[in-house]
């Protein structure tokens, strides 16, 4: 590809001004996505529910959505590595608000699915946004600028939650109007300010495709996913897929149910559901921001990922198991006015702090051990392998998740996913030592 000094003159990205300008909209673009994806978390379960849909079906539409974009996000980045990055993006933007405009006009539930599908696609261009911020930049500037655009992402789901709860308070579709709106807003910024960055037309020949790119293709045919095993087999990757997969298997069936439990368990609505996903939020923000480094300059990655796997364990035991807990202690849960107690509120803050600190110490740990075991040729592949494994998870988890929690229990989800945990951390265990064994003395 093209060093930007070799763009002809007249290039927008000759401009500093012009590429500041395409960097802050690349991080518009990231925040609204998970910013969207906030604001529809705590009313889509209720939304669903008055389309008389069952615990089930609400849980499999983070199925679908997930699915969509486990499907689209390597036919978007072999589309954008062919033809371009800025199609992609303007596309993806434009189909995010669509997926939000005809959510806010469905009256059925078949349309929620369909609108759910065309957002899980949409957001599959995270990965394109990703690699539009590797053509811009210098490489010793990347991880900077990485680091910033995933900042921008998990500030879209600080804002996200407890937007939409408070914009359902309104009248329900609103939250879905205003992501809509943010979204064309975005796509206008981006129609101005995100100039092309990929010029195949320029290149003497690069056809293939970035190896994490190639994972995702890969991933979607028996073949590739023999080939995905044969490259990982015998190494320490097996060990991190396994733990990647289950933990995102656990914390993507807590996410379809959270809400459903709420309303069950307390009578929580829109703005509470929507409160409490704001404070996981802060928290993943300051664990991910103060904790992490401190915890692994003291205790190292691979006993760090375990302390974060043991955090998730105990906090999807402990809302799981809080129903008959509660009862068992003859501890009020709900007021005689149906308000929340002080001991619910007490609980549900350990359990969202133990969750977000879960949840930033075991994200942070496993990329950096996936980096730690593979080598420079094989990073991207291996980088891709993982988030393969994350992105399948998510699909399975809701999948699960909705029947147990339609047909066994209302904390079965969270329970039966703290017990994976658990056992999750055994394996965590199990690789510290592997890795301690084949460091050199």
């Avoid at 593979?374 to 891709?384: D, F, H, I, L, T």
């Amino acid at each position: 590809m093209p060093t930007l000094e070799e763009l002809p003159d007249d290039h927008p990205l000759k401009d500093e001004r012009a590429k500041k300008r395409a960097l802050i909209t690349v991080a518009f673009t990231l925040f609204l996505d998970l910013m969207g994806f906030g604001i529809i978390l705590p009313i889509l379960p209720f939304y669903a529910e008055s389309m008389h849909a069952s615990e089930t079906m609400v849980a499999l539409l983070s199925t679908a959505f997930s699915a969509a974009q486990f499907v689209m996000a390597p036919v978007l980045g072999r589309i954008s590595d062919r033809y371009g990055r800025r199609p992609v993006m303007l596309v993806s933007i434009a189909g995010s608000a669509v997926a939000a405009t005809i959510l806010g006009f469905a009256h059925v539930l078949w349309l929620v699915f369909a609108a759910r599908i065309v957002a899980g696609m949409s957001k599959a261009n995270v990965s394109t946004a990703h690699a539009y911020v590797a053509d811009l930049v210098e490489p010793d500037q990347r991880a900077r600028y990485m680091g910033l655009m995933g900042a921008a992402m998990g500030m879209g789901f600080v804002f996200g939650p407890g937007v939409g709860g408070l914009l359902g308070h309104v009248f329900t579709e609103l939250p879905f109007f205003v992501s809509a709106g943010l979204s064309v807003i975005n796509l206008i910024m981006a129609a101005l300010w995100l100039p092309e960055t990929r010029f195949p037309e320029l290149e003497e020949v690069d056809d293939a495709p970035s190896p994490a790119t190639t994972v995702q293709a890969s991933r979607l045919s028996p073949k590739g996913i023999a080939r995905i095993f044969r490259s990982i087999r015998g190494t320490h990757m097996v060990w991190l897929v396994a733990i990647v997969f289950c933990f995102y298997v656990s914390f993507a069936g807590m996410e379809s149910t959270m809400a459903l439990f709420g309303e069950r368990i307390l009578g929580w609505g829109y703005g509470e559901t929507g409160l409490f996903m704001t404070y996981i939020g802060v928290n993943m923000v300051v664990f991910q921001g103060v904790v992490v480094g401190r915890a692994v300059d003291r205790f190292g990655e691979s006993a760090t990922l375990a302390m974060g796997l043991v955090m998730s364990a105990i906090a999807l035991c402990l809302i799981g198991s809080l129903e008959h807990t509660a009862a068992w202690l003859q501890l009020e849960l709900v007021g005689p006015g149906g308000e929340t107690t002080g001991t619910a509120l007490a609980c549900y803050a350990v359990i969202g702090m133990l969750l977000a600190g879960g949840n930033g110490l075991t994200v942070a740990t496993t990329s950096a051990l996936v980096s730690r075991v593979s080598s420079a040729e094989k990073q991207g592949w291996n980088m891709g392998i993982k988030e393969s494994a994350a992105s399948l998870a998510r699909v399975v988890g809701p999948a699960f998740a909705g029947p147990l929690f339609q047909h066994v229990d209302p904390g079965a989800p969270m329970f039966i996913g703290g017990l994976v945990a658990l056992l999750n951390v055994k394996v965590a265990l199990t690789l510290r030592k592997r890795l301690a064994r084949d460091r050199p003395q």
